[in-house]
């Protein structure tokens, strides 16, 4: 199944380019050029080296960045910027609202530029947006920069989705997936920690401590960005810290996993309304954007929920860490387990389960206990506990839903397109988990939990219907009733539209 499945591995500068171009003459190198697999497993390190590595940084600057008002709200800035009702809520809206927009045309720009370029020049720019929250003296200050750095932030997750897409195979992807999207995880303890630290700094300069988190942490993105524009990998063709021949060996390697038929290179109006029409593309959109709310209201709104449970804001910041420490092993777990076993709807339900199970611990947890008063519903221990499984269950699923469904896309063009509309209307999820949790619901959150468990069902049941529609089009495939398909002009340009192309569960 492998040599049919998804994975077209090198990308152009233009839309004519094909994966040909890199075995060009210009390389000077012969056929004969196979590595062993102990070679195979070196040249894959020194790939891991220059693209999670780096990626890795970033996008915990990314994230940090991104939810870093969650932390520093509980350390005066509500007060210092005379915010009230819901304009917390509106700060954190209109980043989600960029991000969405320039989510598509950013991936788009990155299949034409190199990726090292583009992916750091975005990073260096949301550095200085990011400092700049840290001297915003008002609400319409706070949501000018907070839109702002959502357009630049905006075509780095899907960008690093493609990227990684087109140098890694199918069932080796996932694992290195899930030790970028840790970065993400590990994003909740980092910001906690620096705003711990940081609010130490309170008063120097005459800036108070939360401005100086918010300074530090966009002056920490413009520096990693001086640092991954050397570092960072371009495309499999312009690696240049891969000789040669070990260029050609790897393309021929990826191009091997996809299987040689199954390509979509070419930007055209038959390629677009192709990959537009496309169900799955939609479906996997629904599926991480049902997720992602849980996603983003753990992230956004942990400090606030550890604040309910007694904790002061300090010691809701140094709590919520282990919280995402744990939720980062199982991260790294699922990924090993879900490439070992080829698999990846199973661990999409285990973690929706997971997380449900902690969702609705804290719907029935009872009254919020009163601080010095007697115990009250349920005891504070079982109430953190579902924190736990809140973000570990999240953490299964929310990665696997992304490399699913870009094992299920095939060609450049489709996976960036494809990659970039999941990305994007699953941000929507931002934009719902900072309605959710308004005040009103405040302090016990009951209608943002039942929501948010709502939303996870739903996932669950787009992600079945996912797994039996790419199983029935398999067997379609078996019987030979997509064939015809190789009758039509544009036969090489199908994707996994392919008659030879087969998904996996």
């Known amino acids: 199944m492998a040599e049919k499945d998804t994975h077209t591995n090198v990308t152009e500068k233009d839309d004519t380019r094909v994966a040909a171009s890199t075995f060009s003459s210009q390389d000077d190198v012969s056929d004969n050029n196979d590595f062993d697999v102990k070679e195979e497993k070196r040249i894959l390190r020194?790939?891991?080296l220059h693209l999670i590595v780096p990626l890795w940084f970033l996008f915990m600057s990314s994230f940090v960045s991104r939810i870093n008002l969650g932390n520093v709200r509980l350390l005066g800035l509500e007060r210092d910027l005379h915010l009230k009702g819901n304009d917390f809520n509106i700060a954190l809206q209109v980043f989600f609202a960029t991000y969405i927009v320039f989510d598509i045309p950013a991936n788009l720009l990155l299949k034409r530029s190199r990726p090292s370029f583009f992916i750091s020049g975005m990073a260096f720019c949301w550095g200085i947006v990011a400092m700049s929250q840290g001297f915003t003296i008002n609400l319409g200050g706070l949501t000018a920069v907070r839109a702002l750095l959502g357009t630049c932030e905006s075509g780095f997750t899907p960008g690093a989705v493609y990227l990684m897409s087109m140098w890694y195979q199918k069932h080796e992807f996932q694992f290195r997936f899930n030790i970028f999207w840790s970065a993400g995880i590990l994003a909740g303890a980092i910001s906690g920690l620096m705003a711990y630290g940081l609010?130490?700094?309170?008063?120097?300069?005459?800036?108070?401590?939360w401005r100086w988190v918010l300074i530090i942490e966009g002056l920490t993105a413009c520096?990693?960005?001086?640092?991954?524009?050397?570092?960072?990998?371009d495309w499999p063709h312009q690696a240049k810290f891969l000789t040669a021949a070990e260029r050609q060996f790897w393309s021929k390697r990826t191009l091997n996993d996809l299987g040689g038929h199954a390509k979509m290179d070419k930007l055209t109006k038959a390629t677009i309304l192709r990959t537009i029409k496309d169900w799955?593309?939609?479906?996997?959109?629904?599926?991480?954007?049902?997720?992602?709310?849980?996603?983003?209201?753990?992230?956004?709104?942990m400090p606030s929920i550890l604040a309910t449970l007694g904790y002061s804001g300090v010691q809701a910041q140094v709590q919520s860490i282990p919280i995402w420490v744990v939720a980062t092993v199982v991260?790294?777990?699922?990924?090993?387990?879900?490439?070992?076993?080829?698999?990846?709807?199973?661990?999409?339900?285990a973690g929706l389960t997971l997380a449900t199970i902690g969702y609705a611990i804290l719907l029935g947890q009872g009254p919020l206990p009163k601080p010095g008063g007697p115990p009250m519903g349920l005891p504070v221990r079982v109430r953190y506990f579902a924190l736990y499984a809140i973000t570990s269950g999240?953490?299964?699923?929310?990665?696997?839903?992304?490399?699913?469904?870009?094992?299920?896309l095939a060609g450049s063009t489709k996976r960036s397109i494809g990659s970039a509309i999941q990305i994007c209307f699953g941000n929507f999820s931002g934009i719902i988990a900072s309605n959710v949790f308004s005040p009103r619901a405040a302090p016990r959150n009951i209608g943002p939990y039942a929501t948010i468990i709502g939303l996870l069902c739903l996932c669950g049941i787009l992600s079945t219907c996912f797994a039996i529609g790419i199983v029935a089009e398999n067997k379609r495939r078996d019987r030979g009733e997509r064939d015809y398909l190789l009758q039509f002009s544009e036969a090489d340009q199908l994707g996994d539209d392919h008659p030879t192309f087969r998904f996996s569960v």
Do not use: E
């Not at 609010?199 to 401590?209: E, I, K, S, Y």
């Not at 479906?283 to 753990?298: F, K, N, Q």
């Not at 991260?331 to 339900?349: A, E």
């Open 394 to 408: 999240t953490y299964i699923a929310q990665p696997v839903v992304i490399v699913w469904l870009s094992n299920c």
């Open 223 to 233: 520096t990693l960005s001086l640092i991954t524009v050397w570092v960072l990998a």
């Open 199 to 209: 609010v130490n700094m309170n008063t120097l300069a005459g800036l108070a401590g």
């Open 331 to 349: 991260c790294f777990c699922v990924g090993v387990l879900s490439d070992r076993v080829k698999h990846r709807y199973g661990f999409i339900i």
């Open 280 to 301: 799955k593309i939609w479906c996997g959109a629904l599926m991480y954007m049902s997720v992602g709310t849980s996603g983003y209201s753990s992230s956004l709104f």
């Open 46 to 48: 020194k790939i891991d």
